[in-house]
């Protein structure tokens, strides 16, 4: 087999074997092809796409490349979420508990952020004492115990997708829904769960920025997903403006905290109960999503949840007061408004603008070797749709500097007030399963 006959193959618009398709990834992951011929077929698969059979093939010769968690030894379904990202998503942090906290078992692997703001992990360890170095055997016995637990992720997960990803960074082949659809469920399926529950972003703080390739995408996890016997549903998402309110690490565990007892933003708490619902369907805890949400939403109101988290961060090290008072997490040592220039409605909160200004503070890293300052960050005090008075404080900033004016430039330029009444924009576009 030559891999020049492959690239000839995809380039002409045929379908690849399995075979070629396996000894594609198997030689780029132990260097036997070179980089010359891996960014070749890239670039074909980015032109002429593949089927469903060719992705869900590539999908598993990566999840194959390197090493997979087995999670067997957890009594019940493992369901696991993954986001495509976004400006203040907290989700993971809400999720974990509420869903535990139905009886589901949530094995979740996270990785340190490199952005905006840090990533679940880095969140979490804004929680004094908590940490996700553990070994697998104690990561599952903890999730048999207490129904949930974190940990960083292995270094040999998938190795074929880094290669393949730095190849695509430097090759203008990252926007393939192919590419991208292998890349995210192969480290999804490598983690051992049971089923997946997707949550594809769209809109301007997204990755997928219009709705029909944010569609795609899905569809694409999806039929992955179940192909390779992963039970999978999605749901897209807006992120036109940040999700909740806060932007930042220890900003964000506050947050999750009001939202586990009931008391987070609308949009931020309605988002967990979807997500939510569906990982408690596809564990088989419940026969339908309205059965579901009921049981989660009465689980917030009664104290349930905001119990599991705390039984939770104890289990790993951390505190669990801080459950009870926010306080004890990082805090910054200045905190600045930005008073509205105008009066009239919000119709434009710029997420990635929002997501840099709070890099700008620190919380988050521009290199993966920058340190993170997890108490810095942004509040926002309006929400697209929102009347505003001029004066008004449309965020407050968290800072550890005394002057913050280059961010409150940015910020400025971020939002946009209108003179007509402005509408909210949907939360939810699509609900997408098998």
Same mark, same amino acid.
Request: proline share 3%; hydrophobic share 40%; aromatic share 4%.
């Given at each position: ?85 976004? &400006? ?54 903890? &999730? ?78 999806? #039929? ?5 016997? /992963? ?49 408690? &369907? ?82 988050? /890293? ?9 108490? &810095? ?11 505003? #008075? ?45």
């Amino acid at each position: 087999m030559r891999m020049y006959d492959i690239i000839e193959k995809k380039r002409d618009g045929e379908k690849l074997s399995s075979e070629e398709i396996r000894f594609f990834v198997d030689g780029c992951t132990n260097g036997d092809i070179p980089d010359y011929q891996a960014s070749a077929l890239l670039m074909a698969v980015y032109f002429q796409d593949m089927i469903e059979e060719e992705r869900a093939e590539l999908t598993t010769a990566m999840v194959e490349s390197g090493d997979q968690i087995d999670l067997s030894a957890i009594s019940g379904i493992k369901v696991d979420k993954h986001s495509t990202g976004g &400006v203040g998503d907290t989700t993971t942090l809400i999720l974990a508990p509420l869903v535990a906290s139905a009886g589901v078992p949530v094995a979740k692997m996270s990785g340190r952020g490199l952005g905006h703001t840090g990533g679940t992990i880095d969140k979490l360890e804004a929680v004094p004492g908590f940490h996700v170095e553990i070994s697998i055997d104690e990561f599952i016995n903890l &999730v048999n115990r207490i129904k949930a637990a974190v940990v960083g992720q292995t270094g040999n997960l998938t190795p074929a997708d880094k290669k393949l990803y730095s190849l695509r960074d430097v090759t203008a082949t990252v926007n393939s829904i192919p590419l991208i659809a292998s890349s995210i469920m192969s480290k999804k399926i490598a983690s051992g769960a049971d089923a997946i529950v997707l949550d594809v972003k769209t809109g301007a703080g997204a990755f997928m920025k219009e709705l029909d390739d944010a569609r795609e995408l899905a569809q694409a996890m999806v #039929s992955i997903g179940n192909r390779v016997g /992963r039970n999978t549903m999605a749901l897209i998402s807006d992120m036109s403006q940040p999700l909740g309110y806060a932007v930042g690490n220890a900003l964000e565990v506050r947050e999750a905290i009001d939202t586990l007892q009931g008391k987070g933003p609308n949009d931020l708490t309605e988002l967990c109960l979807e997500l939510g619902s569906q990982m408690v &369907v596809l564990a088989n805890k419940a026969d339908t999503l309205d059965e579901a949400k009921k049981q989660l939403t009465d689980n917030l109101n009664s104290g349930k949840a905001i119990e599991q988290f705390k039984v939770f961060l104890e289990a790993q090290g951390g505190d669990s007061d801080v459950a009870d008072n926010p306080d004890l997490l990082p805090q910054a040592s200045y905190t600045f408004e930005l008073p509205a220039e105008k009066s009239g409605a919000v119709s434009e909160i710029e997420a990635d603008a929002i997501g840099t200004a709070a890099m700008m503070l620190g919380a988050g /890293r521009a290199t993966k070797n920058s340190d993170i300052d997890l108490s &810095v960050g942004i509040v926002l005090n309006k929400k697209i749709g929102d009347a505003v #008075s001029q004066g008004e404080s449309l965020l407050t900033i968290h800072a550890n500097t005394k002057t913050v004016d280059d961010v409150k430039e940015k910020l400025y330029a971020s939002i946009v007030i209108s003179d007509e009444t402005v509408e909210k924009p949907p939360l939810i576009y699509e609900n997408i399963s098998r």
